[in-house]
T-cell receptor
Framework: EDQVTQSPEALRLQEGESSSLNCSYTVSGLRGLFWYRQDPGKGPEFLFT???AGEEKEKERLKATLTKKESFLHITAPKPEDSATYLCAVLKYNNNDMRFGAGTRLTVKP | GAGVSQSPRYKVAKRGQDVALRCDPISGHVSLFWYQQALGQGPEFLTY????????KSGLPSDRFFAERPEGSVSTLKIQRTQQEDSAVYLCASSLDPASPGTGELFFGEGSRLTVL
């Protein structure tokens, strides 16, 4: 059965303390893996798409990487405004059902 | 408008009532998706439109759920005879690219929070 598991469920960091969020997946025929950010009371906001193992994408303090079994979202020197829930999602070929994980709730303390 | 607009933002319904949730996508966006998000969980796919055509409704949980996009712009998600387990946030997303399920770059609205008593 296709699964997307994110860890940890919650992460508290001090401002400037770098860390990584994990998204492990078991999907046959991966078409793409996506990262989104969701603030409380808002809809998810698109961050990255990764298509193949070895691919990396960067945006400001965020870098996303992909292997055949998992993806990491690395956060370098985070700031309080990076506090949010980070969601990963996968999509299979011949499918429109973007399957999301439960998310990692990140809190960055000043 | 500048983004995806959903209404109402909050809806309280008594069990057994019918509800209708509206989505105004970004102008010109071809693809439109509906998702259901329970508290503390990620969004779950409900249905997908390309223009007015409903290409995928495999995620609709029962025949009480119905979605339409008659003119290829505004969409309505209707839930008949609501049950308590229908309580969730219903998110609408749109994309300019008809291949957007594959690009993943969807623009989400803020959602409609449905509470069924």
């Amino acid at each position: 059965e296709d699964q997307v598991t994110q860890s940890p469920e919650a992460l508290r960091l001090q401002e400037g303390e770098s860390s990584s969020l994990n998204c492990s997946y078991t999907v046959s025929g991966l078409r793409g893996l996506f990262w989104y950010r969701q603030d409380p009371g808002k809809g998810p906001e698109f961050l990255f798409t990764l298509y193949s193992a070895g691919e990396e994408k960067e945006k400001e303090r965020l870098k996303a990487t992909l292997t055949k079994k998992e993806s990491f979202l690395h956060i370098t020197a985070p700031k309080p405004e990076d506090s949010a829930t980070y969601l990963c999602a996968v999509l299979k070929y011949n499918n429109n059902d973007m399957r999301f994980g439960a998310g990692t709730r990140l809190t960055v303390k000043p | 408008g500048a983004g995806v607009s959903q209404s109402p933002r909050y809806k309280v319904a008594k069990r057994g009532q019918d509800v209708a949730l509206r989505c105004d996508p970004i102008s010109g966006h071809v693809s439109l998706f509906w998702y259901q998000q329970a508290l503390g969980q990620g969004p779950e796919f409900l249905t997908y439109f390309q223009n007015e055509a409903q290409l995928d409704k495999s995620g609709l949980p029962s025949d009480r759920f119905f979605a339409e996009r008659p003119e290829g712009s505004v969409s309505t998600l209707k839930i008949q005879r609501t049950q308590q387990e229908d309580s969730a946030v219903y998110l609408c997303a749109s994309s300019l690219d008809p291949a957007s399920p594959g690009t993943g770059e969807l623009f989400f609205g803020e959602g409609s929070r449905l509470t069924v008593l």
